[in-house]
Nanobody, 127 residues
Framework: QVQLVESGGGSVQAGGSLRLSCVDSEYTFSYGRYCMGWFRQAPGKEREGVAVIGRDGRTNYGDSVKGRFTISRDNPKYTLFLQMNSLKPEDSAMYYC???????????????????WGQGTQVTVSS
């Protein structure tokens, strides 16, 4: 079973960059068969999809991060990444890594489709 551990969060000024990582600490044999994604939740707001990546590397981004964030995965290292550039104060949130068994379809940003979740890593962007 997938066990997700996020890292890389922190505090940064607006316009700066951060790179989040998410490792499957169980080194799940079938890791490459999972769709993976990043979601975030700010205080008082609902959790929202940020970026997801499918088994074949296809990606899907939330409108608010398109052109600024890049999701990628390194299957041999059981690791998911989120490169965040041009950060804005409104990007401040707890960022969660998620995984779901999936086929070769376009990955979805729908949270309900993801079975496994990490504990989150905090990102704070100051103006």
């Amino acid at each position: 079973q997938v066990q997700l551990v996020e890292s890389g969060g922190g505090s940064v000024q607006a316009g700066g960059s951060l790179r989040l990582s998410c490792v499957d600490s169980e080194y799940t044999f079938s890791y490459g068969r999972y769709c993976m994604g990043w979601f975030r939740q700010a205080p008082g707001k609902e959790r929202e999809g940020v970026a997801v990546i499918g088994r074949d590397g296809r990606t899907n981004y939330g409108d608010s991060v398109k052109g600024r964030f890049t999701i990628s995965r390194d299957n041999p290292k059981y690791t998911l990444f989120l490169q965040m550039n041009s950060l804005k104060p409104e990007d401040s949130a707890m960022y969660y890594c998620a995984a779901s068994k999936c086929g070769f379809w376009y990955p979805t940003l729908e949270m309900g489709q993801y079975e496994y979740w990490g504990q989150g890593t905090q990102v704070t962007v100051s103006s």
